[in-house]
């Protein structure tokens, strides 16, 4: 039987602890991530018009927006309809309304006679009459064209009942940094993840899996924090990889030989490939 199937066998796991490169802030508390989700939460009770998230690359930022999509958290926000997201990398001037249409149209169908703006402005007052309002939430500022800031300031005028949420590794340059600073009322920034931060992340992840939240010794969890940078992708990248290692090599506990073993393996181009770092 392959051990990249089974590892959770041998470690007496009941479910994958970490999931597939994505952080499990579903059932962590994490203070950073405390503090943010609770800087999100005023945006969408004040429902401000336009916010940011900024953080490094791999720190979670796009899970962190998708996590609104969550049953639970929906439940929670009976005056809000379903959030929209967009990735906006690689778009330039004229898509952003033709990528909020396509999404908000994709299962009651919609007119090509009229344009993306229009139906986009449509749905929106809909919500509207429906006593509902509208959070759209855009990953990947910094990826798109620069004269795409241009829609973001047309889509803000659509309707009153509108937070848009910008998220970027960094702000772009104009126009991005000139719509962001007139218009932005909150910015969440999303850090690096301390050695506490990990340490709760393997030990609370474990235990909610079944397993011996002392799997991992503490000098392993050092290793992996140095080798992470406090990078949720990259921590989740090798805790992964060196619970299959310590499978294949009948360990009892975790080691900082085993986290390197597992970060020699993610540095060869075909598993940069699988993990996409």
Request: glycine share 4%; charged share 20%.
């Amino acid at each position: 039987m392959s051990l990249a199937v089974n590892y959770r066998d041998y470690w007496k796991l009941s479910r994958w602890p970490f999931g597939d490169c994505v952080p499990p802030h579903t059932y962590l508390s994490l203070p950073g991530q405390v503090e943010a989700d609770a800087r999100l939460q005023v945006v969408f009770e004040r429902l401000y018009p336009l916010s940011v998230v900024v953080g490094p690359d791999g720190v979670g930022k796009t899970t962190f927006l998708k996590r609104n999509f969550q049953p639970q958290v929906l439940i929670k926000r009976k005056q809000i309809a379903r959030p929209i997201y967009v990735s906006m990398a690689g778009m330039g001037r004229s898509e952003l309304f033709e990528s909020i249409a396509a999404i908000t149209y994709e299962r009651s169908g919609r007119s090509f006679a009229l344009s993306a703006e229009r139906q986009v402005r449509d749905v929106l007052k809909s919500n509207s009459f429906q006593g509902l309002s509208t959070v759209i939430l855009l990953d990947d500022i910094h990826l798109a064209a620069s004269d795409s800031a241009l829609d973001v300031f047309r889509l803000l005028d659509t309707n009153e009942n509108l937070a848009v949420v910008l998220c970027a590794t960094e702000i772009p340059v104009s126009p991005f940094q000139d719509l962001i600073q007139s218009r932005a009322q909150l910015r969440i920034d999303l850090q690096a993840w301390s050695l506490a931060d990990v340490e709760q992340c393997i030990q609370q992840s474990i235990a909610n899996a079944g397993g011996n939240p002392l799997l991992f010794s503490d000098q392993s969890i050092v290793r992996l924090h140095e080798l992470s940078e406090g990078m949720a992708r990259r921590l989740i990248q090798l805790l992964e990889i060196t619970l299959l290692a310590g499978a294949a090599a009948n360990a009892e506990k975790i080691t900082p030989e085993l986290v390197d073993s597992a970060a020699e393996e993610i540095s060869i181009p075909q598993a940069e490939e699988r993990w996409s770092l």
